[in-house]
């Protein structure tokens, strides 16, 4: 069989644009001598339907083109996925079409912290299809049955903790891509491929689009397995988002502190984008260091970006000024450093107007899920491109950019070193806010907690593992004893700074940009903050680490 494997960025609630890319490779693959075209779940409305399905007009559109598919298939079968409208119920579908003849298989609800699937109604629908020759079933995502192919249709978003892993005949396709939901930003990686006799003979480079021609009835050889690059598929994703959201034409602005995220964030711009339409400013007060100013000077000189700089701290002095004219004092403090942040917000967004752009959000995750951000000042944005990285995952992201543009575009006295079991930074992570400032968070620590804590790990299994000593056998606990959290007394102070940080600042989620999400637990923290501090398993762990000796 002759097979057209098309990789589609399925741009969401674009219903008739979808359907006009599909029917002109449909027609290509007609003039290819293809014998079936295969395009990825959910190709015409997207993975996200949202309000929408709530409306029964809105559905039967949708549904529409599911005939008008059928009708194009008497020289060819096509395989596609779409939302199908019945008797008030919709059902998340894949349907093979050949000769005027339609099959259904309808999806099973599966709801993931990336899709909600519970707007679906379920229909025992499962029927086998026979093709030249061929027994054929299709299918959803990694599901594999015993049968001459397997088609498995799929709208897998990048997740940097899960890879797909498939066996025995199959021919999957997924899309590439951003889709956007709610305060989320999903980018589909794509990777379509086939699987024969269990051996890769055909994989389609992630996060990359385009349409290739495979001969099942060729002897099975081993080809490359692509590897997925964080770097290329966050880039893909941004271009994408650029593209949909604000047209390809905005400026960026993107203020630049010096310091780590800001340097990623204009990087990384500038890789999906280019640099002509990245603009960075630099806004420092008396409590700049002159390394971190330099630091962002130097970024933009590698980067190629138009940048500019000044001071804030008249327009700080101005505030102190009429703040006393409504009879308060000069402020200071925390509220300080918070007006600083909202000047510079303030900056950025006046920037942005100025040139008719978007202001990049530079916050990442451990940031996001301790609340360590200021509201109306560095919480703003178009996008936290970030959002879903610690910080560790940002080093590691440097390295990356750093080796793609062949020269020191990230500073690199901003990363870390590790030597004999301690963690050193030539210029330690800081908002820069008041003097000799430094972040509060136990870098490598804390990401450890936000990455793994509501995903794979219970905070109650993490203490457990403290209580019983297992932690200490496991790489995070070298990092805890540079830390001196073997120390109990050291280790409750902080992990209660931790909970009630995070807590405490809950509010603040509802109001940051959307996040450009890497993994399916961007939020699972969030729900298990809420929870553990009232449990009285957590608390009975915490008293029995509170008798602990060092």
């Known amino acids: ?26 027609e290509q693959a007609k003039k290819d001598h293809a014998d079936m075209i295969v395009f990825p779940q959910s190709c015409i409305n997207g993975v996200y339907g949202g309000e929408h399905f709530k409306d029964a007009d809105y559905c039967r559109y949708v549904d529409s083109f599911n005939d008008k598919l059928k ?19 919709l059902f998340n579908c894949a349907f093979f079409a050949y000769q005027g003849e339609l099959i259904m298989r309808v999806k099973e609800k599966q709801s993931t912290a990336f899709v909600s699937e519970e707007m679906y109604s379920s229909l025992p629908i499962h029927r ?22 397997n088609i498995n249709l799929d709208a897998r978003p990048f997740d940097i903790h899960h ?10 396709v997924n899309a590439v891509g951003m889709q956007n939901e709610g305060k989320r930003v999903v980018m589909m990686e794509g990777g379509s491929a086939v699987y024969h006799q269990n051996k890769c003979v055909w994989q389609m480079p992630y996060g990359e689009a385009g349409c290739q021609l495979v001969d099942t009835d060729q002897k099975p050889s081993d080809a490359k397995r692509q590897k997925r690059s964080l770097l290329k598929l966050m880039g893909e994703a941004v271009k994408s988002f650029d593209q949909q959201i604000l047209g390809g034409k905005s400026r960026w602005i993107v203020g630049l502190s010096g310091g780590l995220d800001s340097s990623v964030s204009a990087a990384l711009l500038v890789y999906a984008l280019g640099n002509e339409r990245v603009i960075g400013y630099g806004m420092s007060s008396h409590h700049n260091s002159e390394q971190t ?26 505030t102190d000024e009429v703040l006393m004219q409504y009879g308060y004092p000069s402020c200071e403090g925390l509220v300080k450093e918070n007006v600083q942040a909202r000047i510079r917000g303030h900056l950025l967004s006046t920037f942005a107007a100025i040139h008719k752009g978007v202001v990049v959000n530079n916050g990442n995750k451990v940031e996001n ?15 936290d491109i970030l959002g879903d990285l610690t910080k560790v995952q940002l080093f590691d992201l440097s390295h990356a950019l750093n080796q793609h543009f062949n020269k020191e575009t990230v500073p690199v006295n901003l990363l870390p070193e590790r030597i004999n079991g301690t963690i050193r930074f030539s210029v330690p992570p800081s908002a820069e806010l008041t003097d000799h400032q430094q972040d509060p968070m136990k870098w490598f620590y804390h990401d450890y907690l936000v990455d793994h804590i509501g995903r794979d790990l219970t905070m109650n299994q993490f203490l457990n593992r403290y209580l019983d000593g297992s932690i200490w056998n496991e790489e995070i606990g070298a990092i805890m004893r540079f830390y001196h959290l073997d120390d109990p007394e050291v280790f409750l102070n902080d992990l209660n700074w931790f909970t009630h940080t995070a807590k405490r600042n809950l509010f603040k989620h509802t109001q940051v940009p959307v996040i450009l999400t890497v993994s399916q637990n961007a939020y699972s923290l969030r729900k298990e903050i809420q929870g553990f501090s009232e449990g009285e398993v957590y608390q009975e762990l915490l008293d029995r680490i509170k008798q602990m000796k060092k």
């Open 293 to 318: 100013k330099q630091n962002a000077r130097a970024l933009a000189d590698a980067l190629a970006i138009e940048y500019h700089e000044g001071s804030i701290t008249s327009l700080t002095e101005a």
């Open 128 to 149: 086998s299809i026979l093709f030249q020759g061929h027994t054929m079933e299709v299918n959803f995502g990694n599901e594999v049955q015993d049968t001459d192919w």
């Open 71 to 89: 009708e194009m298939s008497q020289d060819i079968a096509i395989v596609w996925g779409n939302i199908k409208y019945r008797g008030r119920q």
């Open 1 to 26: 069989m002759r097979i057209a494997i098309v990789t589609m960025e399925v741009k969401g609630g674009h219903c008739a644009e979808n359907f006009a890319y599909i029917k002109e490779q449909i």
């Open 163 to 172: 890879e797909q892993k498939l066996t025995g005949n199959v021919i999957y």
């Open 369 to 383: 899920a301790l609340g360590y951000c200021t509201l109306y000042g560095d919480a703003i944005g178009a996008i």
